[in-house]
């Protein structure tokens, strides 16, 4: 058994505490949530903060409510389970109570929030190990070392966005609320992740997502479509968001996120161009699905072939869009034997 090293916990009863306490203990503190990814990136020596400054006392963070603008805001300590089958999330933004029932295990769902979710790090194979595995083929420039294991002669990490529900967010054009101890400001998800393994978010370690917040559905549909090896909690080796808005039978918006493909969520535009105006017959679904493949560049760093997660982008993305057309109603996760 790997056990948890020593740490002084802080518990915050309010968002505005938790930014305090996280601003005071400077780069030595890290926020939890529902610490299903933390913990165990703390056993592995992955994290090594010396003081924790916990969310689960946070009252205003959690349940989902009527915005005022008619969609809905999510609070970052609503649990996966609580967010899967809230029936306004259901009905509203199937996509994202997909991806959040689609998370892991029951057991992580009802422990492990959407806020740790969107925020939940970056993995690759070289770095999602025990320190000792670690040690024994030499540390690389995520934690302990100084160069890339993948890409040795790269000079950044390409350790891969696995969250589930951001590429959902992304899709569906939901914003962040962000309390830091100086402020609050309120960000598109878009704008939350960077392009990089290590520092993949776009916030400062003492802000706290406190509320994601989801426009009216407003004619939009979404779907999400997932690829793991084992269907029973497995993460993402590629998420499929998908998010149109119909006016008749014709494509008046959309938006296509993929997951699990780089450093962050990567949207296409091309193939979201191909829709736009278009109905969604098989003729426009393949020539969209053939556009979002473009940009999913999977390395090979975590689960299955790469040229096979690039190859399933293009089927997942199709497959997405004929759910929405109504034409197919296959299954959203699949898993490889
Ligand atoms: C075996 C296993 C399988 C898993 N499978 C999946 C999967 O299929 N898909 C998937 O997406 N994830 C998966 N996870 C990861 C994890 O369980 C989920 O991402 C979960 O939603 C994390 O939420 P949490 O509340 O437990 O976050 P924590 O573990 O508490 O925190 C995760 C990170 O988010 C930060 N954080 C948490 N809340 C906030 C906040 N409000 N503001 C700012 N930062 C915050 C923490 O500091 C930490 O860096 C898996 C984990 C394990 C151990
Ligand atoms: S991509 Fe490279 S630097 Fe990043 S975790 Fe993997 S081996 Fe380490």
């Not at 992955?46 to 603008?69: A, N, Y």
């Not at 302990?144 to 590429?167: F, K, N």
């Amino acid at each position: 058994m790997i056990r948890l090293p020593a740490f002084t916990y802080v518990p915050a009863k309010t968002v505005a505490q938790a930014a305090r306490a996280m601003s005071d203990h400077g780069g030595a503190a890290m926020l939890v949530a529902g610490g299903t990814d933390l913990f165990p990136n703390m056993k592995r020596r992955q994290f090594e903060p010396t003081t924790l400054v916990g969310l689960r006392g946070i009252r205003e963070i959690v349940g989902v409510r009527r915005g005022e603008d008619g969609g809905l805001t999510v609070g970052a300590g609503t649990t996966l389970s609580a967010l899967a089958t809230h029936a306004d999330v259901v009905r509203e933004h199937p996509a994202l109570a997909t991806a959040a029932g689609l998370v892991s295990s029951p057991q992580l769902r009802n422990m492990g929030t959407i806020g740790g979710n969107v925020c939940v790090d970056t993995r690759c194979n070289y770095y999602n190990q025990t320190f000792e595995w670690r040690q024994a083929i030499g540390f690389c420039m995520k934690k302990d070392g100084d160069i890339c294991l993948v890409a040795p002669s790269s000079p950044r990490c390409w350790a891969v966005s696995s969250s589930d529900t951001a590429p959902v967010l992304w899709s569906l054009g939901a914003r962040a609320r962000l309390v830091g101890p100086g402020g609050e400001r309120t960000v598109p998800v878009a704008a939350l992740f960077r392009d990089d393994g290590i520092e993949y978010l776009a916030k400062r370690p003492d802000e706290v997502l406190a509320e994601l917040l989801l426009p009216p559905a407003d004619g939009w549909r979404s779907a999400y479509l997932k690829l793991r090896r084992r269907g029973s909690f497995d993460f993402p080796v590629l998420g499929v968001a998908v998010a149109l808005r119909l006016e008749g039978d014709r494509v008046r918006a959309a938006r296509i996120v993929l997951g699990a493909v780089a450093s962050q969520p990567r949207e296409t535009p091309a193939a979201a161009a191909i829709l736009t105006g278009e109905r969604l017959t098989p003729e426009t679904i393949t020539r969209a699905a053939e556009a979002a493949a473009g940009p999913s560049k999977p390395l090979d760093n975590t689960d299955l072939t790469h040229p096979y997660r690039k190859k399933l982008t293009r089927v997942f993305v199709a497959r997405a869009l004929a759910r929405l057309a109504g034409l197919e109603a296959g299954p959203v996760s699949e898993e490889v034997a």
